[in-house]
């Protein structure tokens, strides 16, 4: 499991959703046997506020 991979299944940026902000998402790899990266990649989550529904009901 690698970068990104890993941030979206440990759900790591989840706390931070409610927050009203711009998520990016940043994955480094790095390569131990040549002690240098080998991968980096980033992500900026598509969010969307929740929309709430409310019903009125006559008393």
Do not use: R, V, W
Not at 29 to 43: H, I
Request: net charge negative; proline share 3%.
């Amino acid at each position: 499991m690698y970068g990104i991979e890993q941030i979206k299944e440990k759900k790591y940026h989840e706390k931070y959703i409610a927050e009203d902000k711009e998520i990016f998402l940043i994955g480094i790899d790095f390569d131990e046997q040549e002690k240098n990266l080998s991968k980096f990649e980033t992500e900026k989550l598509a969010l969307t506020k929740p929309e709430f529904q409310c019903q009125i009901y006559p008393i």
